[in-house]
């Protein structure tokens, strides 16, 4: 009898093996068996700039470096972020393809993602510029934009000859992200150039071609002759090199679409988070704490000066200083005291603001900058 207990106990096992031995979020995870499902809200394949496409170069990037097949690499695009029944439609679908690792790049998809991630737990959810996350399977990633935001402020600043520099924002002081990257930019303009002021025109959508395009025309025809972004489309640059005026652009290299106009374009280098993400599930080492990167994690920067750009030696000195001290740590853009355009006092001097009230409470605008 007690030789029938084990040989039945040993059949029960290889037929029901244990649910300890499943694998979850937090496990090791061998490379061959990751399934990589992404999210994008336009189609980056037949893009070459803005956006979604900056977001697929760094998921290309993670896939080289780690040596991933193609085959484990899935993708829907065209998710509309305004849908959430067409988000976790779209989760769903890459679940069933065999997705055990979500990326979803657009700040719309986090409602979405926070109901999936709960009702599958053995799945990784990664939302782009999120707040959310849970303690098992969901987290957030963004980057401290608003350094490179600062440091483009200064070449706008020197650069201009009007003093009326405009930018095209998705949204107006309603959003965190987007006004923060612009009360950091005003303050790399004054750095160099206290006399210049910054003009805000919202298209009220992170997505609208259209609407940048006349957002930047608006801008331009009161007299702005630099052209910033926070936008997805290179739209606002393309209206700047037809007016012939120069321009800022924004999360890829811009000058491919506009040479004539691109001053320099901030970036964002998304495969620094998406190989750490994927890695630290290969390996198991794998939390939902948010990630928050900066200039030194190489997550966000600048393209090197268009041939175009007339900076006096000094103000480059000032803008390679100014990048080496923020990214050594020594100084950070909002570690002082700020005064917004409604008079307000700001911070404190020698102390930066706190990171989440940099990522979800500035809802103001620097004292030189107005919204048309």
Known sequence: MKYCVIVLTVIVALIFPSCEKEWKPGMPLAKENVMVGVLHITDPFIENSGYAYAHQTGIAEMQLRLGLEDSQMLYRNHVDYSD???????????????????????WGYMDAVE?????????????????????????????????????????????????????????????SEVTGGINAFALGVEKVNPQARVYVKVTHSWFDPMGEAMAARDLIDTGCDVIAQHVDTANPQLEAE????????????????????????????????????????????????????????????????????????????ILDEERQR?????????????????????????????DREIQFGIDWYYRTVEEL
Request: charged fraction near 15%; aromatic fraction near 12%.
């Open 84 to 106: 959430p029944q067409a988000v976790e439609n779209a989760i769903r679908e890459l679940i069933a393809r065999g997705a055990n690792i979500i990326i979803a790049t657009s």
């Open 115 to 175: 109901k999936m991630a709960e009702e599958y737990p053995s799945v990784v959810f990664a939302h782009a510029s999120g707040y959310r996350n849970n303690d098992s399977n969901f987290t957030n990633y963004f980057g401290r934009i608003y350094q490179a935001r600062y440091l483009s402020g200064i070449i706008a600043g020197a650069q201009t000859q009007t003093n009326r520099i405009g930018y095209v924002a998705a949204w107006g002081t309603g959003n």
């Open 242 to 317: 037809r007016a012939n005026v120069w321009g800022i652009g924004y999360n890829t290299d811009m000058s491919i679409d506009a040479p004539a106009a691109v001053l320099t374009s901030v970036l964002w280098h998304w495969g620094a988070y998406y190989t750490y993400l994927v890695h630290s599930v290969i390996d198991g080492s794998f939390t939902t704490t948010p990630w928050y990167g900066s200039l030194a994690d190489g997550i966000v920067g600048l393209t090197p000066l268009s041939e175009i750009v007339a900076l006096e030696p000094e103000t480059v000195r």
């Open 326 to 354: 923020i990214e050594s740590g020594a100084f950070d853009v909002f570690e002082r005291i700020m005064e917004t355009n409604e008079g307000r006092l700001i911070g404190s001097e020698g102390e930066s603001l706190p």
